[in-house]
């Protein structure tokens, strides 16, 4: 907290704005000498240098807004990406929520939506450095965004037409934390859900959260961003959208696309390899929609257990991520190499499901000398491992 106080300051604050961002640790201890030197106290040379650093690396999911920001390393590695908590705040404009409690605001990224979406914001944290950082990042918005110290559970409600929860899923502190068990989240899963039940509500929860534990009359949305599945959104009420109970919202770059279903979807039917190979998007898998992606392809399972598809249509979605067969071969090292050299291959992508294999090792093996560019599955196959050469295929703009 005393590293706050000294940044908090005019003086602080226009120190870190003169500073610029600080992408290296080079950078970090030359800035650190040269501030030192100057007569700065430790306390604030500290604080000054970490958020120029930290604001380096926050421009991946801030933009722009990262160079006017105060983070903790915690807050930002938890943050919300912006653009994907502006689709959270056009989700409550379009439900015509006027005033959301942000209960568990962190560094305040999904407030930061809210508020820039005109919704006025009530929001709290438990951690005071973090909420007084919250604080300062929300007050370009004035009394249409306030935040206070202060637990989920204790927050006041009253006069909140929609909440947005996104409980701890690690142990508390500003830099390192670990992971904690559902069990163990803060504000809990029974009491988030039981909000839930009575006022429409987003709570925001690792992708990887058991399905059988979500509530079985919400909404359930996997997010990617960029090829990474970033979360999973439990919406309720006038948040949930009717005759939705699964979606997968895929968004890569300033495009977005979404599938729903009324529930999981009925696997598509095995086949042999064919002339083409899907991998499927993470939040579809999540979401258990692949049946429907293989349907809209033509498109089977290459396996039952394991998440390629497979067909001979030249299609492709925004839901997968393509790729033409060359060869198929043994998934042993000798076999590869004679068909990496056959088709002149130097630049390797390897992609593997079903094997227990590290893609990293498996490369030291391979003789790649070539000029041209393919990508490599290691797949297992019904009760064997199999090899398969292929080329990406890319979606027509």
């Known amino acids: 907290m005393s590293e706050l106080r000294a940044l908090l300051t005019p003086?602080?604050?226009?120190?870190?704005?003169?500073?610029?961002?600080?992408?290296?640790?080079?950078?970090?201890?030359?800035?650190?000498?040269?501030?030192?030197?100057?007569?700065?106290?430790?306390?604030?040379?500290?604080?000054?240098?970490?958020?120029?650093?930290?604001?380096?690396?926050?421009?991946?999911?801030?933009?722009?807004?990262?160079?006017?920001?105060?983070?903790?390393?915690?807050?930002?590695?938890?943050?919300?990406?912006?653009?994907?908590?502006?689709?959270?705040?056009?989700?409550?404009?379009?439900?015509?929520?006027?005033?959301?409690?942000?209960?568990?605001?962190?560094?305040?990224?999904?407030?930061?939506?809210?508020?820039?979406?005109?919704?006025?914001?009530?929001?709290?944290?438990?951690?005071?450095?973090?909420?007084?950082?919250?604080?300062?990042?929300?007050?370009?918005?004035?009394?249409?965004?306030?935040?206070?110290?202060?637990?989920?559970?204790?927050?006041?409600?009253?006069?909140?037409?929609?909440v947005w929860m996104d409980p701890a899923r690690r142990t508390a502190g500003h830099s390192e934390t670990r992971r904690v068990s559902a069990d163990d989240y803060s504000p809990s899963l029974d009491w988030a859900f039981d909000v839930a039940s009575r006022i429409p509500t987003g709570v925001k929860l690792g992708p990887a959260h058991d399905r059988d534990a979500l509530p079985v009359d919400a909404e359930a949305q996997w997010v990617s961003a960029d090829g990474s599945v970033v979360e999973l959104v439990v919406w309720t009420g006038a948040l949930a959208r009717p005759g939705v109970r699964r979606a997968a919202l895929v968004m890569r770059g300033d495009a977005s696309h979404e599938l729903t279903g009324a529930g999981d979807a009925p696997d598509a039917a095995t086949r042999e390899l064919g002339a083409y190979l899907h991998e499927p998007d993470g939040a579809v898998i999540r979401a258990r929609l692949i049946g429907d992606v293989a349907r809209s392809l033509d498109a089977g399972m290459l396996d039952p257990r394991i998440a390629y598809l497979t067909s001979d249509a030249a299609l492709t979605s925004p839901f997968v991520q393509s790729f033409r067969v060359r060869e198929t071969m043994a998934a042993n090292p000798k076999a590869i190499n004679a068909v990496l050299a056959a088709n002149d291959i130097g630049t390797l992508e390897i992609k593997k499901r079903g094997v227990d294999v590290d893609p990293a090792a498996f490369r030291k093996k391979l003789t790649l000398r070539g000029s041209q560019t393919a990508t490599l599955f290691l797949v297992r196959i019904g009760d064997r491992r199999h090899a398969v050469l292929a080329d990406r295929v890319h979606a027509a703009a």
């Open 11 to 162: 003086a602080g604050l226009e120190l870190l704005d003169g500073l610029g961002p600080i992408d290296t640790t080079a950078e970090v201890a030359r800035a650190v000498s040269r501030l030192r030197a100057a007569g700065h106290s430790p306390d604030l040379v500290s604080a000054v240098v970490g958020q120029a650093h930290l604001r380096a690396k926050a421009t991946a999911k801030f933009g722009p807004f990262a160079a006017r920001m105060l983070f903790t390393r915690a807050g930002l590695e938890q943050a919300t990406r912006l653009g994907v908590a502006a689709r959270h705040a056009g989700r409550m404009r379009q439900a015509g929520l006027t005033r959301v409690a942000d209960l568990g605001c962190g560094i305040g990224g999904d407030a930061l939506a809210f508020a820039g979406a005109g919704l006025d914001v009530r929001a709290v944290d438990a951690d005071e450095v973090t909420a007084a950082i919250a604080a300062y990042n929300l007050a370009p918005f004035g009394d249409a965004a306030t935040v206070a110290h202060a637990t989920a559970e204790d927050a006041e409600l009253d006069g909140c037409d929609a």
